[in-house]
């Protein structure tokens, strides 16, 4: 049996200049958010040695906002700059030499880079 009706393929397609696709801005926002949580599987040994890096790292931070209290006087001092050199007393003469623009007493100083000596002894 035969279909009587015949169409040609331009009756068949639905009219495709009216289709689209709008993609609303949720989308982004998502893509954002999942990039901004984005992280490396580290293990345990791994992760440990992470977390007292950035132990050492914040407390000199805060360490250094106590000393230079305008912050724009403030420092940088590297860590791994600091624990390259040879000996303590390498180390002692080099922040020294940093910290002498320091307006605090000496023994502020003094007791600064005792503790960072200290606690870069760990790393």
Request: proline share 3%; charged share 35%; hydrophobic share 35%.
């Amino acid at each position: 049996m035969q279909c009587g009706l015949e169409m040609n393929d331009c009756e068949r397609s639905p009219n495709r200049t009216n289709l689209r696709v709008n993609f609303n801005e949720k989308g982004a926002e998502v893509k954002e958010r999942r990039e901004k949580f984005l992280t490396a599987k580290y293990g345990s040994h791994q992760m440990s040695l992470i977390r007292k890096r950035l132990a050492v790292e914040m407390w000199l931070y805060d360490e250094l906002q106590k000393l230079f209290d305008p912050p724009s006087e403030a420092i940088d001092v590297d860590i791994d700059e600091i624990l390259d050199m040879d000996t303590d007393d390498i180390r002692r003469s080099h922040l020294i030499r940093l910290l002498s623009v320091c307006k605090r007493p000496q023994s502020d100083i003094s007791k600064f880079i005792s503790d960072l000596l200290d606690r870069a002894k760990t790393l």
